[in-house]
């Protein structure tokens, strides 16, 4: 396992449609380890692998909760309901948060690191990351969608996304 390099905005990477992973191998493997590692050392809940300079469709989100770490290849939102306003920032944008709208349920479908097609629901702070995470890979940015955005320093945000 190793600590990856988090690529930070502008980097063209972050604003590119990440490619469907198609080798579950142990190269994915390796990734989503270094990707959890990099997120842990970074405080963040959750890393997409662009943000590593990986422009594949790979995230990992562990929000604290009782779901624990979970990785997710080739991720698709596939039903959204309700609407929530919160806070989030980026690993990928330093000393900036912002509120943003996002869904308050969610259902995903993607597949593990094996291949497994698997599907779950989120809501709340889990909904929230899992959106950031999948905007990343579709090369959009909090800082685009935000109803406001604010310099970490003047107001802390209570709680960010990553």
Known sequence: MAI???????????????????????????????????MYDADGVGLAAPQ?????RVIVVDVGDDHGLIEMVNPEIIESEGEQLGPEGCLSIAKISGDVNRAQR???????????????????FLARAFQHEVDHLNGVLFTDIAVSIYDTASRPPRNESE
Request: cysteine-free; aromatic content about 4%.
């Open 106 to 124: 969610i259902k995903l479908r993607g597949q593990d690191r094996n291949g497994i097609t698997f599907e779950m629901e989120a809501t709340d």
């Open 4 to 38: 990856r390099l988090i690529v930070q905005d502008p980097d063209p990477v972050l604003r590119e449609r990440a490619a469907a992973v198609t080798k579950f191998n142990a190269n994915l493997h390796k990734l989503l380890r270094d990707m959890a590692e990099t």
């Open 52 to 56: 590593v300079g990986i422009s594949k």
